[in-house]
Antibody, heavy 121, light 107 residues
């Protein structure tokens, strides 16, 4: 069955780094574009980044541009989010989501269950 | 970036009520709008996409309308399971921005 499993969350200090991973299974990962979305505690959803199927096209929200980098390994069915210069307000649950390129009009086909990032001194 | 603004932020209603949640985009997004339902501790659930297309398996009491910059989500007769937070999301541009959410509470 389809699975997106995020990992790599945890506690980091302000100014520190974390790398999140999202392991995909049960679908043709290389045919899907991927997004990262986060949700701070008791707050709304915030779109963070997009990466195209081949990894050559990426987009970021203004809140993370220049600090976060999205990448993917289509051979290993893995999506990454390198998070640098972390701030306290980066504390959130981080979700990955997948959408099959060129198929259907939905914005997303699959969501992961999320990984929690806490930034605190 | 496109800003999405939902109203109201909180809505108190009773089972059986008809409720409408609004979402406004800062520029035209045609009909590239989705609605999600989220319950505490759960992943958002897609309800409607392309402004008015109901996702398979979503009850028909949910409906969406609008285009351009103004959109609405209507729940025709609230059921106990519908009390949750609702988000709109534009996907006209690659910054798939969300509205701030509308919390639907039991009156």
């Amino acid at each position: 069955q389809v699975q997106l499993v995020e990992s790599g969350g945890g506690l980091a200090k302000p100014g520190g780094s974390l790398r999140l991973s999202c392991a995909a299974s049960g679908f043709s990962f290389s045919e899907y574009y991927m997004t990262w979305i986060r949700q701070a505690p008791n707050k709304g959803l915030e779109w963070l980044s997009y990466i195209g199927e081949t990894g050559t096209i990426t987009y970021y929200s203004d809140s993370v541009k220049g600090r976060f980098t999205v990448s993917r390994d289509n051979h290993r069915n893995l999506l990454y989010l390198q998070m640098d210069a972390l701030r306290v307000d980066d504390t959130a649950m981080y979700y990955c989501a997948a959408k099959e390129a060129g198929a259907g009009a939905e914005p997303v086909d699959y969501w992961g269950q999320g990984t929690l990032v806490t930034v605190s001194s | 970036d496109i800003q999405m603004t939902q109203s109201p932020s909180t809505l108190s209603a009773s089972a059986g009520d008809r409720v409408i949640i609004s979402c406004r985009a800062s520029q035209s997004i045609s009909d590239w709008l989705a609605w999600y339902q989220q319950k505490p501790g759960k992943v958002p659930k897609l309800l409607i996409y392309k402004a008015s297309t109901l996702k398979d398996g979503v009850p028909s009491r949910f409906s969406g309308s609008g285009s351009g910059t103004e959109f609405t989500l209507t729940i025709s007769s609230l059921q106990p399971d519908d009390f949750a937070t609702y988000y709109c999301q534009q996907y006209y541009t690659y910054s798939y921005s969300f509205g701030q959410g509308t919390k639907l509470e039991i009156k």
